[in-house]
Nanobody, 127 residues
């Protein structure tokens, strides 16, 4: 069974930084498309970043604009999301997701590409 566990969220002042982690069990992250999504209060879940299967190419939502960086450590079977220059609009629950199917690599920003999800970690930015 594949399980994902996020950590690293918290309360931070605007302009600060956080690094979120997602540790995966039951499946190698190198053979999965790994992604971060977020859901702000009253909003739909939205794509943030993805790391494609194999070579690990990263893919970002347009709003990221260089402030976010997704990475992975295959030896630790963990993916990370570094968030810099935090803004109040970044306040959300951040979710880690794993896509195992062959077409997951083709549509990394689509919710439908992902088979497993973590419980989420809350990020709150105070202005």
């Amino acid at each position: 069974q594949v399980q994902l566990a996020e950590s690293g969220g918290g309360l931070v002042q605007a302009g600060g930084s956080l690094r979120l982690s997602c540790t995966v069990s039951g499946r190698s992250i190198g053979s999965s498309v790994m992604a971060w999504f977020r859901r702000a209060p009253g909003e739909e879940r939205e794509f943030v970043a993805a790391i494609k299967r194999g070579g690990g190419t990263t893919h970002y939502a347009d709003f990221v604009k260089g402030r976010f960086a997704a990475s992975r450590d295959i030896a630790k079977n963990t993916v990370y999301l570094q968030i810099n220059s935090l803004r109040a609009a970044d306040t959300a629950v951040y979710y880690c997701a794993a896509g195992l199917r062959g077409d997951s690599n083709s549509y990394p920003s689509s919710l439908a590409s992902y088979d497993y999800w973590g419980q989420g970690t809350q990020v709150t930015v105070s202005s």
